[in-house]
């Protein structure tokens, strides 16, 4: 069974553009959450989707956004791109929605300059 | 900010076991603990959860405290592949995970 897989893996983008980043889960995995990864601030919960409804978000401004299709895969969208937003960000899908593991993708490693 | 806090880095010699522990100061009660590591440049991998109970599967095994307020991951038997990035986490039905710095785990020979 293939994995998570996330395009594309490198990307980028100057101060002020915007980025749609995006995430094809495991084949049959119905929850995708998208998560930040920096250096600083470890890894942060950005959103989750399930079925096509945003079920849970995290502690980010609204420019960051993000929708899944009926075939569960998702994008992220961040608009007005900062210098800050410079980060790996993480894919993960699992199969149901609570209380189990999570299957991460490699990533899409974002700078913005 | 982490709600957990880890070590920053930790050396185990290959075939011994490997405890990397981990604080937990604010979990409530429906929160699970969960372990994650990471290889670099890859996503985070799965290793084990648990609530309450100790908990073991192929990877490793979770001891977690009765007061919850901290856990160790046990690698019975560390490798050489064991060397990682280990993350823990508490985590709601919301599948919400963060991680902080996580233990730098060396394995050496």
């Known amino acids: 069974k293939a994995g998570v897989t996330q395009t594309p893996r490198y990307l980028i983008k100057t101060r002020g553009q915007q980025v749609t980043l995006s995430c094809s889960p495991i084949?049959?995995?119905?929850?995708v959450s998208w998560y930040q990864q920096t250096p600083g601030q470890g890894l942060q919960f950005l959103f989750e989707?399930?079925?096509?409804?945003?079920?849970n978000k995290g502690n980010f401004p609204g420019r960051f956004s993000g929708r899944q299709f009926s075939n569960s895969r998702s994008e992220m969208n961040v608009s007005t791109l900062e210098l800050g937003d410079s980060a790996l960000y993480l894919c993960a899908s699992s199969l149901k929605q609570a209380y189990n593991e999570q299957f991460f993708g490699p990533g899409t490693r974002l700078t913005v300059l | 900010d982490a709600k957990t806090t880890q070590p920053t880095s930790m050396d185990c010699a290959e075939g011994r076991a490997a405890n990397l522990p981990c604080n937990h100061s604010t979990i409530s009660g429906n929160e699970y603990v969960y372990w994650y590591r990471q290889i670099h440049s890859q996503g985070p991998q799965y290793i084990i959860h648990?609530?309450?109970n100790n908990e073991t599967n192929e990877m490793a095994s979770l001891i977690i405290t009765e007061d919850r307020k901290s856990s160790t991951l046990i690698l019975p038997h560390a490798t050489l592949r064991d060397t990682a990035v280990y993350y823990c986490s508490d985590a709601n039905a919301g599948n919400m995970l963060t991680f902080g710095g996580g233990t730098r785990l060396m394995v050496k020979p």
């Open positions: 084949s049959g995995h119905r929850s």
């Open positions: 648990g609530l309450k």
């Open positions: 989707y399930f079925s096509e409804t945003q079920r």
